[in-house]
């Protein structure tokens, strides 16, 4: 198989920057897995120095490539304008070419789609027009991100959002979703008029060697949170527990591991976040291994996330985390007896109150049964085998 996806820059052979992420990550892995299994993985890359007008291939060996293609900011402009009363897929037109350009060049058996984005729209677009078959794995949901956004982007942007999204999920040959969740939420708020050929698989787990389940001893704490510096993350949250931990003189501690825009945009949260919370750059895998070594547990106060990785990686290293309850690990969670460690994040003290619960009890029973299942469940190898067979099907 010749399968077309899009690839992210840190994946580039030779490239400076650290894959971190969830797709980003997935990309790497599965294309290891792929290649390995002599098929062919064919990665667009969005790059600033890549050519304007057209693209730029990139071969790494037979039986792994790239085209790197430039979308400059500014051709998005228009996504915010208000005075803007419909966006139409022929504003698009430019893009959805220069894909069908990739798409001849390559000549794929089919376009998978690594997580969704109006990008990756454009890249749908061109396969259905070449009648490639098109499967999606819905790492998220943007019709969700643009809800978060709102005032970011026009209601025009909004409702094409929300269009693109449908349309993809209708006319793809497959719709990979991570979890129940997911797709439960997919279908309330994307309203597909039908799901072409649903199937859930599940996230590999972490690939490192699992350590037992220890409660922290003492009376110090040390949390910790690794997301990104969005909305959706609910970074609010985490401040608010920390600004309770202040006001109690607890001794615990909270580390975060983000990169903080240095803008003007919300100054005074970032300068409170920066004062009480331990901030940390964003790190390779053995240094995000060291730092889930180092914490007690972990927090996930998300407004919505379909399938952290967070979640596995920690609970491999023996670490939970208390998760909000619009993570897409709560069914698991539930699965495993692990309801006490869902919270409501609204009320810190609330967090403060389940938290200190858990860290009395002598031992994690539901905890090491969560790692179990995670070990089972999202096995590296059976994922990645059935995405191949999804792949295989939907060519055959």
Partial sequence: MRILTNDYLSNLPGSAIATKGGPPLF??????IVVGNGHEWIGIVTSSSAPLEGYEEVA????RRFFTIQVPREQRDFLRDASVARIAPADFEKDISRIGSIIAAARPDLLFLNGFSLDAWTYAAAAFR?????VIQHAGILTKEFE????WFSPAAYAFA??????VAERAAA???????????????????????????????????????????????TLGIVARWDRIKNHEAVLALAEELQRRALPWRIRSVTAIPETQSQAGLKRKYRSLIDVVPPMDRDDLRAFYASLDALILPSHFDVSPTVVMEGVALGKPTLISPHVG????????????????????SEVIARLEEQFARSAWPEVDAFASYVAEHHDAAAVYGQYLSVFEQMIS
């Fill in 27 to 32: 990309a790497r892995n599965f294309s290891d």
């Fill in 60 to 63: 790494v060996d037979a039986k």
């Fill in 130 to 134: 070449a009648k490639l078959p098109v």
């Fill in 148 to 151: 978060m956004y709102r005032d």
């Fill in 162 to 167: 929300k269009e693109a999204e449908g349309d």
């Fill in 175 to 221: 719709n990979i979703f991570l979890n129940e969740f997911s797709r439960d939420a997919f279908v309330r708020l994307v309203e597909p008029e039908s799901l072409a050929n649903p199937v859930v698989i599940p996230l590999p787990q972490a690939a490192w060697p699992r350590e037992a389940v220890k409660t922290p001893q003492g009376t110090e704490r």
């Fill in 329 to 348: 690990w709560v069914s698991e969670y539930e699965a495993c007896g692990m309801g006490r460690w869902i919270a409501d994040f609204s009320d810190p």
